[in-house]
């Protein structure tokens, strides 16, 4: 199968029984990274690349409690890094955001998601090539899938004026988060000279 075309459920890998554990602490905040958050507290999830650089945009903004790497969007049940890439689960690399709304809008947070990268490039983005690298957007409530589209669509003027071409990036149902091995958590903390492959297209939301 090409790596550029998701499987069915019927090709995908089978699933696996025992989730990843992953530490319960942020290595760069301290702040809880698995359930239950504080109350108040609400979830945003995006793709946008290799999760590595992706995830520590997201733990620089201001008002977000936590972050934490995995994968999301496929089929397959508990998949590994290894499983992943190899492009039959389905799953793309994501980053969870726990976030306090009142410190920080859903609106700020898909600015830096589409600031921070390309989302013109398919099943890639820069020089990963594969169904995970997919840019996609996982909504959990109809007011976040509203303000998704409407930044879409506001984002895709900005880049054709720049001179770019059609937005891929999808806007789906949340679906269930699995974690990534623990290395990959806050991997950019934990390796500062650690590989980024985000880049984005300099096109500001602005």
């Not at 039959?88 to 859903?106: F, N, S």
Request: with cysteine.
């Amino acid at each position: 199968m090409s790596n550029n075309q998701l499987p069915s459920a019927q090709e995908a890998i089978a699933d696996r029984e025992v989730p990843i554990e992953v530490a319960k602490t942020h290595a760069v905040n301290g702040h809880a990274t698995t359930e239950p958050f504080p109350k108040g507290l609400e979830t945003a999830m995006f793709g946008l690349g290799c999760f590595w650089g992706a995830e520590k945009r997201f733990w620089l903004v201001p008002g977000v409690y936590s972050t934490q790497v995995g994968y999301a969007g496929g089929v397959t049940k508990h998949p590994t890094y290894q499983d992943v890439c190899t492009g039959l689960t389905g799953h793309a690399e994501v980053v969870r955001v726990i976030y306090d709304p009142e410190q920080v809008d859903y609106q700020t947070l898909l600015q830096v998601f589409w600031e921070s990268h390309n989302p013109t490039q398919g099943m890639r983005q820069g020089n990963d090539k594969g169904t995970q690298y997919r840019s996609i957007i996982l909504v959990y409530t109809e007011k976040q899938r509203t303000a998704a589209y409407e930044s879409l669509q506001h984002f895709q003027q900005r880049l054709r004026d720049a001179g770019y071409g059609q937005i891929t990036t999808t806007i789906e149902d949340a679906s269930i988060f699995y974690f990534a091995e623990d290395y990959h958590q806050q991997y950019l903390a934990k390796n500062p000279d650690g590989y980024c492959g985000l880049g984005g297209t300099g096109v500001t939301c602005g």
